[in-house]
């Protein structure tokens, strides 16, 4: 059986699970090629493929429609808006994720994100770096509120780091959080009205499905904060980026501070990376040694075991 591989992390730090899933008989492709696939090379080497680990190549119902032996799909990480997952659960083509692999890693990165903004470390290495010597004045994070929507994997660690350097943490999620879960975290879910109007920092951690779609927009920047941060490390598109620009560059909110976005990279002339007062990572919040090895462990798991040779 074959197992096809696209994410470039598996060069790196999954060597050591290719080899665990050949000696169980598999025969696995791996893309070491250190460049994304293109559509085509993704659509050629998937089409005789058993099982697909996959990263942001687009498996969609034309896709599936050309891999009559697939049996299994898994995400190296959580987010399957790349997936027609209906539609392959509708062929019985398991779909899974590895969730928690790179939890840390993304909540450590909004925690460096809001110490980032707050102490206006970017402007100022970079003010620096150009021969200036300003001293704007920052923000201390302790004492501020941060308020967190969707309240899952890394929402948990997030709060966790956020209530041991003195912030006071506030939730909203669609699914109820049981008493002893908020009293774990030592967190209180709030209304998201409440939430928006009360927080210093937002931090979004929810997928993007047709209700999450721009769920950011122009009333919702009205309702929060003049001083308020929002940071998005979970997908682009939950937030109106057009609104988002407006906001920022009226002054309703202090800043945004984003690992995603709605086309990435964004153009060239996108009007938010002008601003100042808006950071953008490349969509790396996942990525540490650490979270790598992993996602590589986990997936090769999930695929082993539909395959049913564990």
């Known amino acids: ?3 096809l591989i696209t994410p470039r992390g598996f060069a790196s730090y999954g060597l050591d699970q290719v ?8 025969e696995v492709h791996y893309n070491d090629t250190g460049l994304a ?22 498996i969609d119902k034309t896709v599936i429609d050309q891999c009559p032996k697939l049996k ?9 808006d790349n997936i027609d997952v209906k539609y392959a659960k509708s062929k019985n083509i398991y779909v899974g994720r590895t969730i928690g692999s790179n939890s840390n890693a993304v909540a450590e990165h909004v925690m460096s994100l809001i110490y980032c903004e707050s ?3 970017w402007t100022t290495i970079r003010d ?3 021969h200036g010597w300003e001293k704007p004045t920052g923000f201390e994070v302790s004492e501020k509120v941060l308020g967190i929507i969707g309240f899952g994997a890394i929402g948990k660690y997030l709060a966790k780091q956020a209530v041991g350097v003195g912030m006071t943490v506030q939730v909203n999620d669609v699914f ?5 879960v908020l009293d774990e975290y030592q967190v209180e879910k709030v209304e998201l009205e409440d939430l928006l109007e009360s927080s210093d920092y937002i931090s979004l951690h929810l997928p993007l499905i047709n209700d999450t779609k721009n769920m950011i927009s122009t009333k919702e920047f009205k309702k929060m904060k003049n001083s308020a941060c929002l940071l998005n490390a979970a997908r682009g598109g939950i937030v109106d980026e057009q609104a988002l620009y407006q906001a920022l560059k009226n002054k309703e909110i202090r800043s945004a501070c984003f690992d995603v976005f ?8 996108e009007p938010l990376l002008a601003l100042d007062n808006f950071l953008l990572t490349s969509h790396t919040a996942a990525r540490t040694i650490e979270s790598e090895k992993r996602t590589c462990e986990y997936s090769s798991r999930i695929i082993m075991e539909q395959l049913h040779v564990i």
């Open 37 to 58: 696939y293109t559509p085509e090379e993704f659509s050629e080497l998937a089409k005789d493929a058993d099982a697909i680990i996959v990263g942001v190549d687009k």
């Open 19 to 26: 080899e665990k899933m050949r000696k169980a008989g598999l």
């Open 72 to 80: 299994a799909v898994c995400k190296f990480g959580v987010g399957t």
């Open 1 to 3: 059986m074959k197992v």
């Open 262 to 269: 709605s086309t990435e990279p964004p153009a060239e002339d």
């Open 176 to 180: 109820d959080i049981p008493t002893e």
């Open 119 to 121: 102490k206006n470390l």
């Open 128 to 130: 620096v770096k150009n």
